[in-house]
């Protein structure tokens, strides 16, 4: 088994060499490769065990990470200037290695990316619901895991991995695992998550909230007694848990 990392700022986990999308890899990761088929691999992802297969061309050595992108999103630049060309675009969590600093930018492999965007390897986030809110407006996307595109399960693992709390990719093995069951009479909190088949919220306040979905296509806030209603009516059943971390 080797040890490589993602090189590109997104990548696509499929379920099957050319098949569908399970869930997305950011630049930085580093996984686990468990076969090669022709031009795939199939790989375990280090934050959260998941598998699937990946083209092989975008996976390069592994490196010491310095930074990571705290920013809902950011630009590599050219130079270390603003306006210069951009070379890519990251997501919030993608990690990076510093080759150099100056007063406002970082330099990295893929170009010179601002401090501002970035926090130090190691340091962790302490609400995840404020790192959720930071994807709001983001379009969904089944399978998402990034800025540019996050389901319900990727929202809620992108706060939860910011805040250094183990976190799996899929709204079902994160019902099982995560936090403590309550019951059903117990008033919501900010940070609790609700459950349904299929599908994941945030609860960001008293009758509030906030979940990548299908209705909107976006992170978006709503209430707490308008989702569940709304939910139901649409034939995907009640909520199934309500789980405090």
Known sequence: MTKQRVIRPVVDLLRDPNGPRDRQLLYGDTITITEILDRWSRVTSDKDGYSGWIASEVLGTPESVTHYVKAP???AYLKADMKTPDRASLSFGSKV???SETER???TDLGFIPKVHLASAG???TDPVAVAELFLGTPYLWGGNSRFGVDCSGLVQAGLLACGIACPGDSGDQE????EDLPESTPAKRGDLLFWKGHVAWVAGENLLLHANAYHMAVAFEPMDEAIARISSQGDGPVTSHKRL
Do not use: D, I, N, P
């Open 176 to 179: 099982r695992a995560l936090g």
């Open 97 to 99: 290695r510093a080759l």
């Open 105 to 107: 930018f970082v330099e």
């Open 73 to 75: 999103a950011t630009h």
């Open 123 to 125: 340091s962790q986030m």
